[in-house]
Protein backbone atom coordinates (compact mmCIF):
# COMPACT_ATOMS: atom_id res chain seq x y z
CA UNK A 1 0.00 0.00 0.00
CA UNK A 2 1.50 3.27 -1.40
CA UNK A 3 0.75 6.63 -0.96
CA UNK A 4 -1.32 6.61 -4.11
CA UNK A 5 -3.04 3.31 -2.78
CA UNK A 6 -3.40 5.30 0.66
CA UNK A 7 -4.46 8.55 -0.86
CA UNK A 8 -7.47 5.76 -3.10
CA UNK A 9 -8.17 3.86 -0.05
CA UNK A 10 -8.90 7.41 1.66
CA UNK A 11 -11.20 8.59 -1.54
CA UNK A 12 -13.22 5.27 -1.01
CA UNK A 13 -13.56 5.76 2.62
CA UNK A 14 -14.55 9.45 2.66
CA UNK A 15 -17.43 8.80 -0.31
CA UNK A 16 -18.50 6.21 2.06
CA UNK A 17 -18.65 8.81 4.74
CA UNK A 18 -20.32 10.75 2.77
CA UNK A 19 -23.22 7.69 1.30
CA UNK A 20 -23.09 5.39 4.39
CA UNK A 21 -26.12 2.95 3.39
CA UNK A 22 -25.92 -0.07 2.29
CA UNK A 23 -27.50 0.74 -0.98
CA UNK A 24 -24.35 2.38 -2.12
CA UNK A 25 -21.92 0.14 -0.94
CA UNK A 26 -23.26 -2.79 -2.88
CA UNK A 27 -23.14 -1.07 -5.67
CA UNK A 28 -19.60 -0.18 -4.94
CA UNK A 29 -18.50 -3.08 -3.22
CA UNK A 30 -15.90 -3.73 -6.34
CA UNK A 31 -14.23 -0.41 -5.44
CA UNK A 32 -13.99 -1.37 -1.73
CA UNK A 33 -12.29 -5.33 -2.77
CA UNK A 34 -9.88 -3.10 -5.02
CA UNK A 35 -9.50 0.01 -3.06
CA UNK A 36 -9.27 -0.74 0.29
CA UNK A 37 -9.44 -3.96 1.42
CA UNK A 38 -6.86 -6.13 -0.64
CA UNK A 39 -4.35 -3.07 -0.36
CA UNK A 40 -4.52 -3.31 3.30
CA UNK A 41 -4.22 -7.14 3.21
CA UNK A 42 -1.21 -6.88 1.17
CA UNK A 43 0.36 -4.73 3.77
CA UNK A 44 -0.85 -7.09 7.05
CA UNK A 45 1.13 -9.82 4.93
CA UNK A 46 4.01 -7.66 4.31
CA UNK A 47 4.49 -6.28 7.70
CA UNK A 48 3.45 -9.84 9.70
CA UNK A 49 7.38 -11.62 9.30
CA UNK A 50 9.20 -8.08 10.40
CA UNK A 51 6.77 -8.05 13.45
CA UNK A 52 7.07 -11.78 13.77
CA UNK A 53 10.75 -11.09 14.35
CA UNK A 54 10.33 -8.57 16.87
CA UNK A 55 8.26 -10.66 19.15
CA UNK A 56 10.23 -13.11 18.18
CA UNK A 57 7.05 -15.32 17.40
CA UNK A 58 4.47 -15.57 14.90
CA UNK A 59 2.24 -12.60 14.92
CA UNK A 60 -1.51 -12.99 14.41
CA UNK A 61 -2.96 -10.28 11.72
CA UNK A 62 -6.02 -8.73 11.78
CA UNK A 63 -8.24 -6.67 9.30
CA UNK A 64 -11.08 -5.28 11.41
CA UNK A 65 -14.60 -5.22 9.90
CA UNK A 66 -16.31 -2.59 8.19
CA UNK A 67 -19.54 -3.48 9.02
CA UNK A 68 -20.49 -1.76 12.41
CA UNK A 69 -22.06 -3.79 15.49
CA UNK A 70 -25.24 -1.82 15.40
CA UNK A 71 -26.60 -3.87 18.32
CA UNK A 72 -26.47 -0.92 20.90
CA UNK A 73 -25.46 1.90 18.87
CA UNK A 74 -27.59 4.86 18.46
CA UNK A 75 -25.84 5.43 15.45
CA UNK A 76 -27.30 2.96 12.85
CA UNK A 77 -25.20 3.81 9.98
CA UNK A 78 -24.32 0.20 9.03
CA UNK A 79 -20.51 0.95 8.01
CA UNK A 80 -17.00 1.88 9.60
CA UNK A 81 -15.57 4.77 7.61
CA UNK A 82 -12.24 3.86 8.56
CA UNK A 83 -9.32 1.07 8.01
CA UNK A 84 -7.98 -0.44 11.29
CA UNK A 85 -5.44 -3.23 10.71
CA UNK A 86 -3.80 -5.00 13.55
CA UNK A 87 -0.77 -7.35 14.37
CA UNK A 88 -1.17 -9.32 17.50
CA UNK A 89 1.98 -10.67 19.43
CA UNK A 90 1.51 -13.62 21.94
CA UNK A 91 2.25 -11.47 24.80
CA UNK A 92 -1.15 -9.81 24.70
CA UNK A 93 0.68 -6.30 23.24
CA UNK A 94 -0.08 -5.28 19.00
CA UNK A 95 1.03 -2.93 16.46
CA UNK A 96 -1.51 -0.84 15.03
CA UNK A 97 -1.98 0.74 11.83
CA UNK A 98 -5.33 3.33 11.21
CA UNK A 99 -6.50 5.21 8.56
CA UNK A 100 -9.56 7.40 7.56
CA UNK A 101 -10.43 10.76 5.82
CA UNK A 102 -9.07 12.59 8.95
CA UNK A 103 -5.96 10.63 10.09
CA UNK A 104 -3.29 8.15 9.14
CA UNK A 105 -1.60 6.91 12.32
CA UNK A 106 0.69 3.99 14.26
CA UNK A 107 0.44 2.98 17.19
CA UNK A 108 1.87 -0.08 19.50
CA UNK A 109 0.62 -1.45 23.00
CA UNK A 110 -2.65 -2.70 24.51
CA UNK A 111 -5.95 -1.33 23.82
CA UNK A 112 -7.51 -2.66 27.20
CA UNK A 113 -5.46 -4.57 30.10
CA UNK A 114 -7.59 -8.18 31.41
CA UNK A 115 -8.53 -7.81 35.49
CA UNK A 116 -5.19 -9.22 36.33
CA UNK A 117 -3.46 -6.67 33.55
CA UNK A 118 -5.15 -3.64 35.15
CA UNK A 119 -3.89 -4.56 38.44
CA UNK A 120 -0.13 -5.34 37.26
CA UNK A 121 -0.34 -1.83 35.12
CA UNK A 122 -1.39 0.23 38.65
CA UNK A 123 0.64 -1.78 41.18
CA UNK A 124 3.95 -1.01 38.65
CA UNK A 125 3.26 2.15 37.91
CA UNK A 126 2.25 3.85 41.44
CA UNK A 127 5.52 2.13 42.20
CA UNK A 128 7.88 2.61 39.52
CA UNK A 129 6.18 4.74 36.82
CA UNK A 130 6.75 4.16 33.47
CA UNK A 131 8.82 4.26 30.42
CA UNK A 132 9.20 8.02 29.11
CA UNK A 133 6.12 8.52 26.79
CA UNK A 134 6.75 12.16 25.62
CA UNK A 135 7.54 11.76 22.12
CA UNK A 136 4.31 9.42 21.43
CA UNK A 137 0.84 10.71 20.91
CA UNK A 138 -1.84 9.36 23.38
CA UNK A 139 -5.10 8.92 23.61
CA UNK A 140 -7.22 11.06 27.02
CA UNK A 141 -7.57 8.35 29.82
CA UNK A 142 -10.63 6.11 30.69
CA UNK A 143 -10.78 7.54 33.94
CA UNK A 144 -11.55 11.44 35.38
CA UNK A 145 -10.65 10.70 38.49
CA UNK A 146 -7.32 8.54 40.01
CA UNK A 147 -8.68 5.23 41.29
CA UNK A 148 -8.24 4.51 44.49
CA UNK A 149 -6.45 3.15 47.08
CA UNK A 150 -4.20 5.89 44.90
CA UNK A 151 -4.15 9.69 46.29
CA UNK A 152 -5.64 12.46 43.66
CA UNK A 153 -2.47 14.10 43.30
CA UNK A 154 -0.15 10.80 42.80
CA UNK A 155 2.95 11.74 40.51
CA UNK A 156 1.70 9.19 38.01
CA UNK A 157 -2.12 9.84 38.34
CA UNK A 158 -2.54 10.08 34.49
CA UNK A 159 -0.89 6.64 33.66
CA UNK A 160 -3.12 5.34 36.95
CA UNK A 161 -6.35 6.19 35.27
CA UNK A 162 -5.77 4.39 31.88
CA UNK A 163 -7.22 1.26 31.07
CA UNK A 164 -4.94 0.57 28.33
CA UNK A 165 -2.35 1.74 26.95
CA UNK A 166 -1.51 3.01 23.20
CA UNK A 167 1.57 5.33 21.78
CA UNK A 168 0.18 6.85 19.26
CA UNK A 169 2.23 8.36 15.73
CA UNK A 170 0.83 10.51 12.68
CA UNK A 171 2.38 9.82 9.83
CA UNK A 172 3.71 12.79 7.68
CA UNK A 173 3.43 13.26 4.06
CA UNK A 174 7.26 11.56 3.56
CA UNK A 175 5.95 8.79 5.53
CA UNK A 176 2.67 7.96 4.03
CA UNK A 177 4.69 8.14 0.46
CA UNK A 178 5.74 4.78 1.32
CA UNK A 179 4.12 3.36 4.30
CA UNK A 180 5.74 -0.25 4.29
CA UNK A 181 8.79 0.71 5.19
CA UNK A 182 7.60 3.49 7.23
CA UNK A 183 5.70 1.55 9.58
CA UNK A 184 8.22 -1.05 10.60
CA UNK A 185 10.51 1.87 11.31
CA UNK A 186 7.73 3.21 13.00
CA UNK A 187 7.25 0.55 15.32
CA UNK A 188 11.15 -0.52 15.87
CA UNK A 189 10.92 3.34 17.59
CA UNK A 190 7.93 2.23 19.46
CA UNK A 191 9.38 -1.03 20.98
CA UNK A 192 10.50 0.32 24.31
CA UNK A 193 6.86 1.52 24.76
CA UNK A 194 5.77 -2.24 23.47
CA UNK A 195 8.66 -4.16 25.26
CA UNK A 196 8.31 -2.46 29.27
CA UNK A 197 4.45 -3.34 28.94
CA UNK A 198 4.79 -6.68 28.06
CA UNK A 199 7.06 -6.98 30.78
CA UNK A 200 4.76 -5.32 33.02
CA UNK A 201 2.11 -7.85 32.27
CA UNK A 202 4.01 -10.80 32.40
CA UNK A 203 2.61 -13.50 34.39
Not at 12 to 27: E, G, I, V
Request: with cysteine.
Amino acid sequence: MDDDMLGTARGFLTRLRDNNSRDWFQAHKADHEAQVKRPAEALLDRLSDPLSALAGAPVKPKLFRIHRDLRFARDKTPYNTHLHLGWSAPDGTAWMFGLSPDYCCAGAGVMGFDKAGLVAWRDHVAQRGFVDLTRWRLDPPALKRVPPPYPQDHPHGDLLRRKGLLVWHDLDASERADPGPALAGIFIRMEPVRLALAEVLRP
